[in-house]
T-cell receptor, first 113, second 111 residues
């Protein structure tokens, strides 16, 4: 079945450090890939997405490139801020009414001043 | 625009009591609806998934049940809560390959 594997962390960085959170997936066909962010006490919200191979999703300084050859969608940011502290979830969904949205287990990021 | 409402925001219930959490969606029709649970320090666990009225898929056998009495309404229930049912419950809807929209979540504490 479809699945997502992401580094579980927690990840602790200093402000302005470079961030990478790895995400790999297993799926048949061509799923859409997503990164969601969850701030403390809140629901999830979409951070960025990519719908086909070689697409790059970007938002708020975060980027991720859909790599079909390595089945990966790693999240990166060149310079993190304290306000980026949150839990980040990688997810995929295939086209089709009965296809489920599948999440990774989440990676908690803490950025210290 | 599409919105999703989930309530209550917090709930403290004694062991053995019933549970009903409600989720409603506005601004769309025939969405796929999800219930997730997030235990402290853990990832998202998919509990139930629905592609239409009366159609429920259960992902994990447990003490909970779900119902979809209307197209845009998704209810999570339990007849008798257990301590292990404590957690953060999230409702979400998705249409096609579009992004998922999440409710603000319900913090359930079973005491």
């Amino acid at each position: 079945g479809n699945s997502v594997t992401q580094m579980e962390g927690p990840v602790t960085l200093s402000e302005e450090a470079f961030l990478t959170i790895n995400c790999t997936y297993t799926a048949t066909g061509y799923p859409s890939l997503f990164w969601y962010v969850q701030y403390p006490g809140e629901g999830l919200q979409l951070l960025l997405k990519a719908t086909k191979a070689d697409d790059k999703g970007s938002n708020k300084g975060f980027e991720a490139t859909y790599r079909k050859e390595t089945t990966s969608f790693h999240l990166e940011k060149g310079s993190v801020q304290v306000s980026d502290s949150a839990v980040y979830f990688c997810a995929l969904k295939r086209l089709g009414g009965s296809e489920k949205l599948v999440f990774g287990k989440g990676t908690k990021l803490t950025v210290n001043p | 625009s599409q919105t999703i409402h989930q309530w209550p925001a917090t709930l403290v219930q004694p062991v053995g009591s019933p549970l009903s959490l409600e989720c409603t969606v506005e601004g769309t029709s025939n969405p796929n609806l999800y219930w997730y649970r997030q235990a402290a320090g853990r990832g998202l666990q998919l509990l139930f998934y629905s592609v239409g009225i009366g159609q429920i898929s259960s992902e994990v056998p447990q003490n909970l049940s779900a119902s979809r009495p209307q197209d845009r309404q998704f209810i999570l229930s339990s007849k008798k809560l257990l301590l292990s049912d404590s957690g953060f419950y999230l409702c979400a809807w998705v249409k096609g390959l579009a992004e998922a929209f999440f409710g603000q979540g319900t913090r359930l504490t079973v005491v």
